[in-house]
């Protein structure tokens, strides 16, 4: 038997996800949309901010869809649907994140009209959905006031993935003892200079400048 | 556990790439990972063990290159690679930079390749 020969190949492992999210993105850039990507662990918030997102863009005259991934059932969707949105859910039985393909296959099943603004929520994970380009304009990460200041060191890749974080469930800091210049150092040690967003979706706190922002990011 | 996902676009990308090459069987990959890439090695090599099973890498042996987070620093004008992950700072003069070179990578860096009946392939792409 003769020995083996060694060729490169030098491609990226996630080269079709890549090829597929950056067809999309130039999609989304030509139709003046501005795609949200929301990341985070499960329960810190991202269907309640997102919803109140929707009713708000809505309520300012925007054409906001959502597209909300989970590995089962379609309670988010629901949720989501409330706002008057349309809303798609995908259901991704098992897998710990969402692919660019799958977005693209939700978004061909959509009708066609224009859409100012389309947020994609994740699955609720901090490690898995990292290195997943669906396309988006922009990567959100939260960052519950009850999950530990220190959350960002401990998944730096997803965190340093992100353009910006958003601090929700501000309510409950005191309750939570929530140490906030320990969690904007955190933030600031796997993302230097990354803006950040403090929010209660459930009291309105920080909602007028989260929606200011996304209005920036408009074409 | 998306590591089998990616598990099965490594195997994906060496089987194309050997039979674009007239290989026969892939007898090793080399992947190149990131320590921001969120990936975990031995997570990876069980993957891969799966996701070879009846494929031309069925018995090819998977080598990680764990590839060190390397930050610009805009005050040295140097780059450095960091022991740590975080904090993103560079390590000489320890002001925080987010200005990466590397730490993302994941990539099928290379393959060995061998022909049928031990044949050699033919030399380049």
Same mark, same amino acid.
């Given at each position: 038997m003769s020995e083996p020969r060694i060729l490169e190949?030098? +491609?990226?492992? &996630?080269k079709r996800n890549d090829e597929v999210a950056r067809e999309m993105r130039e999609e989304f850039r030509r139709a003046g949309m501005v795609v949200v990507n929301l990341v985070s662990s499960?329960?810190?918030?991202k269907t309640r901010l997102l919803y109140e997102t929707l009713v708000r863009l809505r309520r300012a005259g925007r054409r906001v869809a959502a597209i909300v991934g989970d590995v089962e059932t379609d309670r988010d969707a629901r949720r989501l649907g409330a706002s008057g949105a349309p809303v798609r859910q995908i259901m +991704?039985?098992? &897998?710990c994140h969402l692919e660019a393909e799958m977005v693209r296959r939700e978004l061909l099943a959509w009708p066609s009209e224009h859409v100012d603004c389309l947020f994609i929520e994740n699955v609720?994970?901090?490690?898995?959905?990292?290195?997943?380009?669906?396309?988006?304009s922009l990567r959100v990460a939260l960052l519950s006031v009850?999950?530990?200041?220190?959350k960002p060191l401990k998944y730096p890749g997803l965190f340093n993935t992100a353009d910006v974080a958003v601090i929700t469930k501000t309510d409950l800091a005191e309750a939570c003892d929530f140490d906030r210049a320990a969690a904007l150092d955190a933030l600031a040690a796997v993302r230097p200079g990354m803006p950040v967003i403090e929010t209660s979706a459930k009291s309105g706190a920080g909602l007028d400048a989260w929606i200011t922002f996304l209005e920036a990011r408009r074409p | 556990m998306h590591e089998l996902s990616i598990a099965m676009r490594v195997v994906d990308l060496a089987a194309a790439r050997c039979r674009d090459a007239g290989?026969?069987?892939?007898?090793a990959v080399t992947v190149r990972v990131g320590r921001?890439?969120?990936?975990h090695g031995g997570a990876l090599a069980a993957a891969f063990e799966m996701a070879r099973e009846?494929?031309?890498?069925?018995?090819a042996t998977l080598r990680v290159v764990d590839v060190p987070v390397r930050v610009w620093c805009p005050q040295c004008r140097a780059e450095a690679d960091l022991t740590?992950?975080?904090?993103?700072?560079?390590?000489?003069?320890?002001r925080p930079t987010?200005?990466?070179?590397?730490?993302?990578e994941l990539e099928v860096e290379s393959i060995e390749v061998v022909g049928p009946r031990g044949d050699t392939v033919g030399a380049g792409a």
């Open positions: 190949v030098r +491609t990226s492992i &996630l499960p329960g810190s918030g +991704t039985h098992g &897998l609720g994970n901090l490690v898995c959905p990292t290195s997943w380009d669906l396309g988006e009850a999950e530990g200041e220190d | 290989g026969d069987i892939v007898t921001l890439a969120a990936v009846g494929t031309p890498l069925a018995e740590d992950v975080v904090p993103l700072a560079c390590p000489a003069c320890g987010g200005d990466l070179r590397a730490g993302h």
